[in-house]
């Protein structure tokens, strides 16, 4: 996934857009962008910071229809990763293994929510959902079908005195 599709922007038809590319305004090189299945296309024009035009919607409902539609591209026009580096969708499948060598499980997916990556885990009949940072995941290797993960500790919130009771 390299972007996704947001919110209208006025009654033209203008769109948000969220890039999900190092430099945003480089997803408009990608143009045109599939969904998720491959099926739809979206020829995307870049009006000016996240503002973009998307060829053939001309109205705000037409937009407005479109609002949380993931773009995709074909991997083979990505460039390649630099040397250490790795796109997130080449870490789904792989094992997360602990420092001391158990397994936690195999990481299904990779989300985004605008805070930092995280690596959604599956394993033993439960997930994990843990940060994708360095001091989490200190070692990616690709090659070798895993990465290592030191799972933080238990993050306890105590309520504040008067709040032990709210709803």
């Known amino acids: 996934m390299v972007g996704e599709i947001g919110r209208p922007h006025g009654v ?5 857009l969220r890039a999900f590319t190092e430099d945003p305004a480089a997803i408009a090189a990608y143009s045109p962008l599939t ?25 705000r409902d037409a937009a407005q229809r479109l609002t949380g539609t993931k773009l995709f591209v074909d991997r083979d026009r990505l460039p390649p990763p630099e040397d250490e580096e790795f ?28 805070a930092g990556a995280f690596l959604i885990i599956a394993g033993a009949g439960r997930e994990h959902l843990l940060p994708f940072t360095r001091a989490v995941v200190p070692l990616v290797d690709i090659a ?22 709210a709803a």
């Open 35 to 59: 969904d998720e299945t491959g099926t739809r296309r979206f020829a995307i024009t870049l009006k000016g910071g996240d503002i973009a035009a998307v060829e053939g919607v001309a109205d």
């Open 12 to 16: 033209r038809g203008l769109v948000r």
């Open 144 to 165: 070798g079908g895993r990465v290592t993960v030191v799972p933080p500790g238990e993050i306890l919130v105590r309520p504040e005195p008067g709040e032990e009771h």
């Open 87 to 114: 796109y997130l969708v080449d870490l789904i499948g792989l094992a997360a293994v602990t420092e001391g060598g158990d397994v936690l499980g195999t990481i299904r997916a990779v989300e985004d929510h605008g």
